[in-house]
């Protein structure tokens, strides 16, 4: 059993801290906040123990899970990579990009295991489409948030649209060749709407929208590609997968046949709805980070993802600087 400590009792924090109590592969050992408010309430809700030392928790720990605002993530990983801890560090993996490169050395010097929590990797809708042949050649996606002063302390790319650039980079295998990009500053001092074209080598064009100021709240993802539609709606936790073959001329269930009006060519159009909104994301991201320590193997989501998701980011942000008014 490996014996994990918690960085962090805010919102995330909380979660974190109630989930692992789920897990049998950890001991929940204790956590650290300097803030006497949430920890008194973390404290007396979870029946778990309040360390007032950060090292003191380091040390006693086999892994350190860092909850904390993203602007502490390197001070606190970099302390337990340095100690032998395997850390799991939630999204965005650091504040800047020189953090983020210099993470990935640490662990790979301390040769512990590190994962970043991108927990949208977990989704049940992206998790049913994991065996499928994804070959992409357009990708659209809209994440839509109502306003949260929570995430305020980084712009909206690296607050939510950077969920979707990991899950884009994670199917499409190529290269980015170029990035454009515009955002809007509305209610904080760095953009809270943003809309992003990525451009891979390979052809593959995905255009990513993002807001925290809507009405309404939406995380949706479509991949478009040769004789295949596939939405995937990330809040209802669902999958729509729609396929284009040449027509056999039967009837058959879920099928509908339809006249290409190219020379009487007919096409049959199949359904299939996938998704198993049972799973819990941020619980399974966990047992397979315990798993991978326990295995010996990669772990799901490595700090060079989080990494290259981060580089992407970085892109579409000084794309939209670049591109500012007045």
Do not use: W
Not at 83 to 96: D, G
């Amino acid at each position: 059993m490996l014996k994990i400590g918690v960085l962090g009792a805010g919102h995330l924090g909380k979660i974190h801290l109630k989930l692992i109590q789920q897990i049998s592969d950890y001991e929940l050992i204790g956590f650290y906040d300097p803030d006497d408010e949430k920890s008194v309430v973390a404290e007396k809700e979870y029946s778990v123990k309040r360390f007032a030392d950060m090292d003191a928790l380091i040390e006693q720990a086999d892994v350190i899970d860092i909850v904390t605002p993203t602007l502490s993530h390197f001070d606190c990983a970099a302390n337990a990579i340095k100690r032998a801890k395997h850390v799991f560090i939630e999204k965005p993996l650091a504040s800047t990009l020189e953090e983020a490169q210099q993470l990935v050395h640490l662990a790979d010097k301390a040769n512990v295991k590190a994962m970043v929590g991108h927990v949208e990797r977990f989704n049940p809708a992206f998790l049913a489409i994991q065996n499928l042949e994804l070959h992409p050649l357009f990708i659209e996606t809209h994440r839509l948030a109502q306003f949260n002063p929570r995430g305020t302390d980084v712009s909206v790319v690296l607050d939510l649209m950077i969920h979707d650039i990991d899950i884009i980079l994670s199917v499409v295998k190529s290269n980015v060749a170029r990035v454009s990009a515009s955002g809007v500053a509305v209610i904080s001092k760095t953009p809270d709407i943003a809309n992003a074209r990525i451009e891979f080598e390979n052809g593959c064009v995905a255009n990513i929208t993002c807001s925290r100021i809507s009405m309404k709240q939406m995380r949706k993802i479509r991949f478009f590609q040769k004789d295949a539609y596939i939405s995937i709606d990330l809040l209802e936790k669902s999958t729509e997968i729609f396929r284009m073959a040449e027509s056999t001329g039967d009837d058959q269930p879920n099928v509908l046949t339809i006249d290409t009006g190219m020379n009487g060519e007919k096409k049959a159009i199949s359904y299939e709805k996938l998704g198993d909104a049972k799973i819990n994301s941020i619980k399974m991201e966990l047992e397979l980070f315990a798993k991978s320590i326990l295995e010996g193997t990669e772990p799901k989501v490595t700090l060079t993802d989080g990494y290259n998701a981060m580089k992407v980011a970085y892109q579409v942000l000084e794309t939209i600087e670049k591109n500012k008014v007045g």
